[in-house]
C-alpha cells in the first residue's frame, strides 16, 4: 500500500490547483468558456481523472462534495443546485429522483463509453431505472462494519467477527465504547442493515418493524460516541475510532491510510454473515442542469476503462467496467473486500423504494435517536 500518503498529498495539492480554487458555481462562466458543475461523495474521485479530462477538453470542472444521501436529494429537490452531475445511489435516492422529475435523460449517442459497462451490474438497475435512461454506474460498494484489530482483541475478544452482532448487541457495544464507536448519520443507510440483523424486511415501511429498529438502536445509543457523515475515513485511520458502520470503500481506504502511516493500526472490513447491503452509485444529470453537454463528456471520460481503472486504484471501490481490471492493482482487484467472491456475494441485499410517509418516520425516528430523547 506504499505511496498512500503520497497520493493523498498529490492529490490534495491537485484538488486545490484545479478544482478548489474555482469559484463558486454560481459564478457566472467568462465568455466561451466551457464548465461542468460535479457535486459527488467525498473521498470518491482520483484528482487526476478530472486534472485530465480538464487538459484534454478545455472543459473546467468545479467540484464540490457531499457525504450523505439526505444532504444530496435535499439539495437536488430544492432545484436549481446549480449542478451538472450528481452521484446517487441507485435506491433509494436515484429512483426517487427519477419519479420526481429531478433528473435528465442521458443522450447514449454521446456517450459511447456505456457500452463498457457490465449488462448484468445495469440490469440490477433496471429495477430503479426502467430501461437504463437515466444513469450510469459510478462505482458500488456495500454497507458493513469497519474495526480496529487490536482494540477488538484487547476489549472484546470473544465478540463475533463476522456478525452485526459486533455492533449491534449492547454487551458487545459497551466493551468497545471507550474506543469510540461511530455510525453513518443517514436514516437511509442504517435502517435496512438493523432490519436484517432483526430478521425483519430490510425494506418494510412496517412502523412495528421501525419501532424494533429504534428500540435496537436505543439499546447501543449510550455506547454510539458520534453520527459521522463521510464514513470516518480519518477517524478510523488515526485510532480516534475502532468500530463504525460503514462503506465498504471508506473503511478500505482507513486501513491503508493506517498501514501507511505506520503506526500499527489495523483496520478491516467486514460484511456480516447476516447480510449487507449492496448499493450502486449512479452518475445522473439533474434536469435543471445548465450544462448537459458538458456533463455528458465527462460522464464519457469518466466510463474510460483506463481512467475507471485509476479511480478504483485511488478510492478503493470496484466499478462496473470489466476490462478496466487490467489496469486495476493486483492488491486491489485481489481484496475481498473490494471485489468480494461469489460467497460473499451471496450475502449482499438490495433495497426497494421507500415510500414518502415511511421516509418520514424513519426521518423522525433518526433525529429522536441521535438527540438521545
Ligand atoms: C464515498 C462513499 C460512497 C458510498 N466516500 C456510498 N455508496
Redesign the pocket.
Known amino acids: 500500500m506504499k505511496g498512500v500518503s503520497a497520493m493523498r498529498f498529490l492529490s490534495a495539492v491537485l484538488l486545490g490547483a484545479s478544482l478548489l480554487l474555482s469559484p463558486p458555481a454560481a459564478a457566472p462562466a467568462r465568455a466561451q468558456e466551457r464548465v461542468v458543475n460535479v457535486y459527488n461523495?467525498?473521498?470518491?474521485i482520483d484528482p487526476y481523472a478530472i486534472d485530465r479530462f480538464q487538459r484534454e477538453t478545455g472543459i473546467r470542472v468545479r467540484y464540490d462534495v457531499y457525504d450523505s444521501l439526505e444532504t444530496l436529494e435535499a439539495k437536488l429537490l430544492a432545484g436549481k443546485s446549480g449542478y451538472d452531475i450528481v452521484v446517487p445511489?441507485s435506491e433509494p435516492s436515484f429512483s426517487r429522483l427519477i419519479r420526481a422529475g429531478a433528473l435528465a435523460p442521458l443522450d447514449a449517442a454521446r456517450i459511447p463509453h456505456l457500452a463498457n459497462l457490465d449488462p448484468t451490474m445495469m440490469s440490477q438497475v433496471k429495477s430503479s431505472d426502467p430501461g437504463n435512461k437515466f444513469g450510469a454506474i459510478y462505482l458500488w460498494?456495500t454497507t458493513g462494519i469497519g474495526y480496529n484489530a487490536a482494540k477488538l482483541a484487547a476489549l472484546a475478544p470473544d465478540a463475533p467477527r463476522d456478525s452485526w452482532d459486533l455492533l449491534l448487541k449492547p454487551e458487545n457495544a459497551k466493551r468497545m465504547a471507550k474506543c469510540g464507536i461511530v455510525l453513518l448519520d443517514s436514516a437511509i443507510d442504517v435502517i435496512p442493515s438493523v432490519l436484517r440483523w432483526l430478521g425483519r424486511d430490510p425494506n418494510s415501511t412496517d412502523s412495528q418493524d421501525l419501532a424494533a429498529v429504534e428500540s435496537a438502536l436505543r439499546g447501543i445509543r449510550p455506547y454510539i460516541r458520534a453520527f459521522i457523515g463521510g464514513?470516518a475515513v480519518e477517524q478510523l485511520a488515526s485510532g480516534e475510532a475502532c468500530l463504525a458502520l460503514n462503506?465498504s470503500?471508506?473503511v478500505i481506504q482507513a486501513a491503508a491510510r493506517a498501514e501507511e502511516a505506520g503506526k500499527g493500526i489495523q483496520i478491516r472490513y467486514i460484511v456480516p454473515k447476516e447480510g449487507a447491503q449492496l448499493?450502486f452509485?449512479m452518475l445522473a444529470i439533474p434536469a435543471d442542469a445548465l450544462h448537459k453537454s458538458e456533463a455528458m463528456e465527462l460522464i464519457n471520460f469518466l466510463l474510460k476503462p483506463d481512467v475507471m481503472a485509476g479511480i478504483t486504484n485511488q478510492v478503493r471501490y470496484p466499478n462496473a467496467i470489466p476490462i478496466s481490471n487490467s489496469s486495476i492493482k493486483p492488491d486491489i482487484l485481489n481484496d475481498p473486500g473490494i471485489y468480494p467472491p461469489q460467497s460473499v456475494r451471496d450475502r449482499f441485499f438490495t433495497i426497494g423504494a421507500v415510500p414518502p410517509e415511511a421516509t418520514r418516520a424513519r426521518s423522525r425516528m433518526w433525529a429522536r435517536l441521535k438527540s438521545g430523547g
Request: hydrophobic share 15%.
Open positions: 461523495w467525498s473521498d470518491y445511489t460498494g464514513g462503506y470503500g471508506d448499493a452509485d
